[in-house]
């Protein structure tokens, strides 16, 4: 089939999709319509839940695999939204939809992308095609619960919004619950240990907190407290009070470092939500990067989380859209953009894989 034939049948594939509700673990409609793919084009699938996968046809486990990978649950929509979510529609040149620049546009381009790429002999890698569910949830029966049921992966491009270019590497997260203490008393007396006001140096503290090592790509690491919560009623100084940190990490560290140091470190109570969503990175001489490279695509680094995350070899996140469209109002993707999308996946692959 011509490139142009295929890229249409994406668009029409993505357009399906959007039409369908796939909220995180409830996909099984847009697996079923993921699966009607696979079926129009002969194509031997397998599928885990609403997690759909399928392999070249000349797969040889001697040889490394390449995983393309994208999601294909969406977030709800927000209440901004003018347009109906699940109608899509194209005016301007853009597709309108829910799910359609995060991660739709990323998610069918990379399918045509395997489709071309099937039948195709003498790769110097496998090819595995995954789209995954409950990305949006991280949960835990995304691509990081699939990854046992896989072959073993060797490099990967994830796809979601990037405008084209490489990312190259992209921020891991930990989430840290603070407890500040002091002493429970009655408002009307004195109180020289109040938790709310020991809570103004934890918080200076926080703030002007950083962490030495910072990354080429991804910049140092980013510390942010997000939530605060103390007191129940206006004459009770409360015995302590929360504190939530979010910190974007880098990847000159490891989760677990980031945790070791924060704990020894502040003037508060800390305990880790979890340590396995760490930074994701590719080198920047892998050859993947190169072809990328060669067809005049800038490298930079992700501030934002994907199922790279979830991944132990190198990766590459890469796709159509613009991230800061996703989980936006009346969100879209061009048309244009798939169409590029799909012609870049292609052709990055050729200077990859032939």
């Not at 620049?101 to 790429?117: E, K, P, Q």
């Not at 048309?335 to 032939?354: A, H, P, R, S």
Request: aromatic share 8%.
């Amino acid at each position: 089939m011509q490139q142009k034939e295929l890229t249409e049948k994406a668009i029409e594939l993505l357009k399906e999709l959007i039409s369908i509700q796939s909220f995180s673990s409830e996909e099984d409609k847009t697996a079923d319509a993921i699966e009607n793919w696979f079926k129009s084009f002969n194509i031997p699938f397998e599928r885990h839940l609403n997690n759909v996968w399928a392999v070249n046809q000349h797969f040889d486990e001697s040889k490394p695999t390449l995983l393309l990978n994208s999601h294909h649950d969406t977030v709800k929509p927000n209440s901004a939204y003018t347009k109906d979510p699940f109608h899509p529609h194209i005016e301007d040149g853009k597709l309108y939809g829910l799910g359609s620049n995060d991660a739709g546009g990323a998610l069918v381009s990379l399918i045509a992308t395997f489709t071309h790429y099937y039948a195709e002999e003498n790769l110097n890698h496998n090819i595995l095609m995954v789209a995954s569910m409950e990305e949006e949830s991280s949960g835990p029966n995304s691509l990081r619960g699939l990854l046992p049921k896989l072959p073993h992966i060797d490099v990967a491009i994830v796809g979601e919004p990037t405008l084209l270019d490489l990312a190259i590497a992209e921020k891991g997260l930990v989430v840290f619950d603070a407890k500040v203490k002091g002493t429970p008393s009655h408002a009307a007396h004195p109180n020289d240990n109040n938790s709310i006001y020991n809570t103004i140096e934890v918080l200076e503290w926080f703030k002007n907190y950083s962490f030495p090592k910072v990354s080429e790509a991804l910049g140092p690491v980013k510390l942010t407290v997000t939530q605060i919560n103390g007191g129940s009623q206006h004459n009770v100084v409360p015995a302590e009070v929360e504190l939530v940190i979010d910190v974007r990490v880098n990847d000159k560290y490891t989760n677990a470092e980031i945790a070791e140091i924060l704990k020894k470190e502040a003037p508060c109570e800390l305990q880790e939500r979890s340590l396995k969503l760490n930074s994701s990175a590719i080198d920047k001489d892998h050859p993947l990067v190169k072809s990328g490279i060669a067809l005049g695509r800038k490298t930079y680094g992700s501030p934002t989380l994907s199922d790279q995350a979830a991944l132990t070899c190198q990766s590459l996140k890469l796709g159509p859209g613009d991230s800061t469209r996703s989980h936006s109002a009346d969100e879209y993707i061009y048309v244009k953009e798939i169409e590029d999308g799909v012609d870049l996946y292609i052709k990055l692959l050729k200077g990859f894989l032939l």
